[in-house]
C-alpha cells in the first residue's frame, strides 16, 4: 500500500516539475510578433506563464474582489482568485519574520499551492473510484494517462483555470457516485452546492448537465429540484455580493465571443434551419476533435469499453450515463462553437481509463513474456516523451533569450492598483 502511494505522488511530483520549469522546453515559440511569456522572475526561469490570460488571472487574484472597480474581465470566475488571494496572504503571514511578499509575489504562491491542492485532491478522489471497478494495475495507468497529457502539464502551474475542464468532471461524477450509492438530502444539497461553487471557477457544464438528464431518465424529479435549489445558491449569493459591492458584472464568453448567446439568439428568432446546420456541421467538428485530441488511445478506449461489456461488466446504467455524458460534452461544445482541443477533455477520465483497459487486456494476449512484461512501462515512457515534446520548438532557445511580455506593462498596472486599492 505504501509503495502505491509512493508511485502516485512521484507521478504527481513529476508533473509538476515538468510544468514549472516549462521554459526550459521552449514552449513559446518565439515569434516577437506574438509575445505570450510573463517572466515570475527576471533570471530564474520558474514558472514562467506562456498564456495570455495569466497576467489579467494573477492581477485579479492579488487584488481580489477590489479589482472588480477597475476591471471586471474575471468577475464572472471568482473561485481561484479568492481562494489563491487567501492562501497567498496566509503563505505571506507565516513567512513575515523572515521575507516581505508584494500583492503579485503572494498571489502567484498562492496559486500555485491552490493547483498543487487541486491535482493532488482529484487525483485520490480518482483513484478510489476507479479502483472500484478496475484492477489497480489498470487505475494507476489510467491515472498516468489522464495527468502526464500535455494539457494536464501545461496547466499544473500555469495561472488559469483550464484544467478545470478534464478535472470539474472528475470531482463532480465521483462525488454523484456516492451521492447515488447512499443518497441523503444533506449529501445532495452539499453535492450540489459544491457544484455550483466549481461552476463559479469555470462554467464547465458537460457532466452537472448529465447528472440532471440522467437523474430526469430515473425519474427522480425531487432529487432534482433539491440539486438545482443548491446548486443555484452560490451563485446567488455571489452575484448579491456584486451588486452590493457596485460592482458591474460581466460574462466575457457571452459578450466577446459569443458562447452560447447566437444558440439562444436563433431559438428567440425561431432561426431552425440555421441551428440544425450548424448542428450537424459541430458534430462532424467533435468527432474530429475526439480523434486528434487522443490519438491511438481513443481506439484503445473502444476496445476496452468492448471488452468490458461482452464481460457483463459495465451495467445499463453506466452505459447511459456515458452516453448521456459524450453528447452533454457535444452539446457543451455546440453551443459554444469553440472546438479547440482541450473542449473534448471532460470525458477524458474515460477515455483514458477504458484505453488503460483496453491496453492491458491486448498486452495479456501476448504470448512472448518479455514483451508483455516491458510492454506497458515502454508504452508510458513514449507517451511522457511524446507529451513533453508536445511544448518544443525548434530550434531551441535558451529560456534568457525568450520573446516575453513587457514586464512594464503589467508593472504599471501593479502600481496604478496599489496606488489605487486600499494596501493589506
Not at 464547465?204 to 430515473?218: Q, R
Not at 525568450?402 to 496606488?419: M, R, W
Request: hydrophobic share 50%; aromatic share 20%.
Amino acid at each position: 500500500m505504501k509503495t502505491i502511494k509512493i508511485k502516485y505522488f512521484a507521478l504527481l511530483v513529476l508533473v509538476f516539475l515538468i510544468s514549472a520549469n516549462l521554459a526550459w522546453l521552449n514552449p513559446s515559440g518565439n515569434d516577437p510578433n506574438n509575445p505570450r511569456l510573463y517572466k515570475t522572475h527576471d533570471k530564474i526561469p520558474l514558472f514562467w506563464q506562456y498564456n495570455l490570460d495569466s497576467g489579467i488571472e494573477i492581477l485579479t487574484a492579488a487584488y481580489f474582489p477590489k479589482i472588480f472597480e477597475f476591471d471586471t474581465t474575471r468577475i464572472d470566475r471568482p473561485t481561484y482568485p479568492a481562494i489563491a488571494n487567501s492562501f497567498g496572504k496566509l503563505t505571506s503571514f507565516v513567512l513575515k519574520p523572515f521575507i516581505k511578499l508584494n500583492n503579485l509575489e503572494r498571489a502567484g504562491i498562492g496559486y500555485i499551492i491552490l493547483k498543487i491542492l487541486v491535482y493532488l485532491l482529484s487525483l485520490i478522489l480518482l483513484k478510489k473510484f476507479l479502483n472500484q471497478f478496475f484492477e489497480e494495475k489498470v487505475t494507476f495507468l489510467a491515472i498516468f494517462l489522464i495527468y502526464v497529457n500535455y494539457h494536464s502539464i501545461f496547466y499544473f502551474t500555469t495561472f488559469h483555470t483550464t484544467e478545470l475542464q478534464f478535472i470539474t468532471p472528475i470531482f463532480i461524477l465521483v462525488m454523484f457516485y456516492n451521492l447515488f450509492q447512499k443518497y441523503s438530502v444533506d449529501k445532495n444539497i452539499l453535492f450540489s452546492f459544491l457544484v455550483g461553487i466549481l461552476m463559479l471557477a469555470k462554467p464547465n457544464y458537460a457532466a452537472y448537465l448529465s447528472i440532471i438528464i440522467f437523474l430526469l431518465y430515473k425519474k427522480k424529479f425531487l432529487e432534482i429540484f433539491i440539486s438545482l435549489l443548491s446548486h443555484i445558491t452560490p451563485i446567488i449569493l455571489y452575484l448579491l455580493f456584486v451588486k452590493y459591492s457596485n460592482y458591474e458584472f460581466n460574462i466575457i464568453i457571452a459578450t466577446e465571443y459569443d458562447q452560447g448567446v447566437w444558440l439562444y439568439e436563433d431559438l428567440k428568432e425561431y432561426n431552425f434551419l440555421n441551428i440544425f446546420s450548424i448542428f450537424f456541421v459541430s458534430l462532424g467538428k467533435f468527432f474530429l476533435r475526439l480523434f486528434s485530441g487522443y490519438d491511438l488511445l481513443i481506439i484503445f478506449s473502444i476496445i476496452g469499453f468492448t471488452y468490458k461489456y461482452f464481460k457483463k461488466e459495465v451495467k445499463k446504467d453506466y452505459v447511459i450515463f456515458i452516453l448521456i455524458f459524450i453528447f452533454c460534452t457535444f452539446f457543451q461544445i455546440f453551443s459554444a462553437q469553440r472546438f479547440t482541443e482541450y473542449m473534448v477533455y471532460d470525458i477524458s477520465f474515460i477515455i483514458y481509463t477504458f484505453s488503460a483497459y483496453g491496453i492491458y487486456e491486448i498486452i495479456s494476449k501476448l504470448k512472448n513474456n518479455k514483451l508483455r512484461k516491458y510492454s506497458i512501462p515502454l508504452i508510458m515512457i513514449l507517451y511522457l516523451v511524446l507529451n513533453v515534446t508536445k511544448f518544443v520548438h525548434l530550434p531551441w532557445v535558451h529560456p534568457y533569450n525568450h520573446v516575453h511580455k513587457k514586464a512594464e506593462v503589467l508593472n504599471e498596472k501593479l502600481s496604478k492598483l496599489d496606488d489605487i486599492i486600499i494596501q493589506d
